[in-house]
């Protein structure tokens, strides 16, 4: 029982520390997807200015964390969102999964940002040639628990499968689209923070060849 108490008083502890951090001013939803955007510009021009990145930045964040934005993107290696937005420790809360796709776990990620430390905006980040996109659009059947990622897609193969162009990439546009849509409408923390203008929630796609992030406007 004391090593019970123990655990429980470590949990609370805990809890007290890292998940209630009274939170600095935060950077408005506009003027945070506006510095993503300044320092992507700054990647495409490979002009870099790799920031937050001293000492004294990790030792600023061993009893905090405040980032700017929530980025979740797909798993894919040639996309990560700290180099691609030139952006340092702390700045970004980051959730990877191939295809950017949300299951509860995810949204619930996004919930304790958004609650826990402040975070006012989110970057359902997609990208060209995705692997869990294309395995989705040419169906068949996924080995293993890939089948789960490819269900999760379907619905954008679906709504896309009869427009003309490159299928995999009106595919990627799409989901990218629609989990934006699946976040805004989460509830009820990220409804209501989106209905109170607290939170904004924006589609993007990265081009591989030239490192350009576009921001997607959303349609029904």
């Known amino acids: 029982m004391p090593m019970i108490r123990r655990l429980i008083a470590l949990i609370a502890f805990l809890s007290s520390t890292a998940w209630a951090q009274p939170a600095p001013p935060a950077l408005s939803p506009d003027a945070a997807l506006n510095k993503l955007l300044q320092g992507n510009q700054r990647y495409i021009r490979h002009k870099e200015q790799h920031p937050d990145e001293t000492l004294a930045?990790?030792?600023?964040?061993?009893?905090?964390?405040?980032?700017?934005?929530?980025?979740?993107?797909?798993?894919?290696?040639?996309?990560?969102?700290?180099?691609?937005?030139?952006?340092?420790?702390?700045?970004?809360?980051?959730?990877?999964?191939?295809?950017?796709?949300?299951?509860?776990?995810?949204?619930?990620?996004?919930?304790?940002?958004?609650?826990?430390?402040?975070t006012k905006l989110v970057v359902v980040l997609a990208h060209e040639s995705c692997g869990a996109v294309t395995a989705a659009v040419e169906g068949g059947k996924a080995p293993g628990h890939l089948s789960a990622l490819v269900?999760?897609?379907?619905?954008?193969?679906?709504?896309?499968?009869?427009?003309?162009g490159d299928r995999i990439h009106l595919c990627v546009l799409e989901n990218s689209r629609r989990v934006a849509r699946q976040i805004r409408q989460s509830e009820p923390l990220l409804k209501e923070a989106v209905d109170r203008n607290e939170l904004k929630v924006v589609a993007a796609d990265y081009a591989l060849d030239t490192g350009k992030v576009t921001v997607l406007e959303d349609h029904p």
């Open 151 to 164: 269900a999760a897609i379907q619905p954008s193969v679906e709504a896309t499968a009869n427009l003309s």
């Open 57 to 118: 930045r990790r030792k600023e964040l061993v009893s905090t964390q405040h980032p700017f934005a929530v980025i979740l993107s797909c798993a894919d290696s040639r996309v990560p969102p700290e180099l691609v937005f030139d952006q340092g420790l702390g700045d970004l809360f980051v959730i990877r999964v191939a295809g950017n796709i949300v299951d509860d776990a995810v949204l619930a990620s996004i919930e304790y940002a958004v609650e826990h430390t402040g």
